[in-house]
Structure formats: structure tokens, C-alpha cells
């Protein structure tokens, strides 16, 4: 099996139940750190929670807030309880809690509902999501932060460093895309919509206007495999996709640039060549097939398989290409100059 398929779904209506906020929060106190995201919300125009609990788990109140931040703020620092949880009408839910690293602050969750029924609804909460942020730079120390989708759709990406695999938004410093990738310059170069700085940090942006997980797929794909190839060996993972009606067109992209070659039952190996034009990549639902045949330890027909290897028409090719393949547990060879056939081994 290459991809699970999923029940009938109407696929102009595939989007996620919620884009979902977190990051850090650096501030002196858990009401302090209510207090930044509540003005926050003010400043970009969204209407102030109708209900909140604080701690999260106690009964759910509509009026008081206010009053409870004031006397929570006047108790000593080991006092104030570990949480809180606001909520909106329309689905929107706020978290604020102590991060369990004490140096990380607060944990701030955001979820902010998209409707399925308003065929502008994901862009306008990307923006909403993207003008929280911004203010609470403009005002905070925050740190950590990514955004992405929960719920159904776009389940056919590599979960890659730092922007997994459904995000539209995440805030990174040089010094943490070095440790994620072999090739930092590969990540910034990847092809995000916006980038905005703030200090050291910089906000990452894409995706701004897909209305729907097929357009999501193709806004992303080329960047999502792209980080993919850059990052460092094992940070990427990889699961079999979940592809839904509509999706199927954006998930395969172009002719296979795998050619099966030879099959050796003695030990159970698929080898495979593959020659690349220039600015050519090995296609990502290739990569996901050869997931699969592995996974299910036969090829097509039932021929059992223990290994895959890819053979590519000369070392530089075998390079641009290898961390994917690498990742899911396919050898990588080269043609060398002599003819031999050579192994990259990381």
C-alpha cells in the first residue's frame, strides 16, 4: 500500500477544523502573561473571550475576568494557578500555561476555528494568527512559534524540521535552522511567502491564500520536499499519506524518475536507476511508493522485499537527492567514472 484513501469527503470543503498557535511566551507571571495575549486580541480586532476558567480544568465562567487577573497579580509568585482557558462562540479556544522547561516562560495554544462554509475562512485566520503574533513581538519576548493545521487534509508531506508538515507560520533564529539543517541557506531559500524580521528572530510565512487542502498541497509541495533534501539525517519523519478526494492530482506530481531495474531474490532487493535533468528532483510520491514497498516488505505481484536501493547516473546527482531516500531506509549509489557502483553512506 502506498497511501491510505479516506471515506467520500467533498474536496472543495477540505480544510482544517483549526489552525493551531503555540509558542512561548516570556512573562513575570501567569496574569501577566494572560493580560499580553488578551490585549493582543484587542489590538487585532477580535472580540474578548466569552468564557474562561482559570486553572483550565474548573467550571467555566462569563463575567469576572478582569477582577480575577487583578487579584491573581497581587498573590505571590508561587501562588497564581498553573493555567488558564478562554473560548469564543464561533470554536476559537485560548491556553495560557507554565512551559514544563521554566527558561521557555509560557506555553500560549491559540486555535482559531476555520469554517468550512466561508470560502475565504482559512486565509483570513492565517492573517489573524499572523497579526497575534506580531503584536505580541511588538510588545513580548516570545520565541518558538508555529502554526499549522488540525484536522483533516494535506496529509502527504514529510514532517520536516521546524515546519513539520501543515504549517502556514512559524518563528525561527539562524542558530535553530543550523542545528536542523545540513544546508541553512536551502531553508531560507525555500520559498516562503513572507519573511519578517524581529531582532534575531524571524517570522516565516506561507501559504497565505489557499482555500483548500488541493491548494494547500501545491503552494507547499516544492518547498515542503525541498527542506526535506536540506535537513539533517533523521529529523525528517515521514508516514504513509492520507489522501482525500481532490487531493490525489496535487499529491502525484509528474512522471516517475525511478526506472525498476532488477530484482535479486536471493536477497530480496529492488534496485532502481534514476537520471535527473537539471533542476530535477526525485518526485515525493516516489519517495511515499518506496515507503510503502518497504512497509509491506513485498513488491507488486507479492515478490518479497527487505531492501530498495537507488542507483543515480553520478555522484552529484546521488548527493542532491539522497537525505529523503536515505531517511526511509533506501540505499543510495552512484555510477562512478570507472563504472563501479558506489554507496553514500550518510
Sequence with gaps: MVAKRMKSIDPERILPDALLLRLDLHAESLPAAIRSCLDAITAIGLPQPQQWSIPQRSDALTQGLQDELQRLAALPPDQPPYDGWFGWPRGDELSVGAAEDEQRGYLVRFSFAVDSADPGGLPARVGDCARFCRVLLAA??????????????????PRVPLASNRSHLLLVTQSQVEAAYESPQDF???????VEDFDEQKLLLRALQVRSSEEYILSVRAQQWALARAARPGLTRYA??????????AYRDGAATLEPVAYLPEVKLAEYSCYLESGEHVRGWEVYSL???????????????????????DRQMAENEKRPLLDIGVQVLYLAENGETVALES
Design 240 to 249: 504513509l499519506p492520507e489522501l482525500l478526494p481532490g487531493e490525489e492530482s
Design 291 to 313: 515507503l510503502g514497498l518497504l512497509e509491506a516488505g513485498q513488491l507488486p505481484g507479492g515478490r518479497p522485499l527487505e531492501q530498495v536501493r537507488v542507483v543515480f547516473y
Design 188 to 194: 531560507w531559500d525555500s520559498g516562503w511567502e513572507q
Design 140 to 157: 513580548s519576548r516570545v520565541s518558538n512559534a508555529m502554526a499549522g493545521w488540525v484536522g483533516a487534509g494535506a496529509k502527504c508531506l
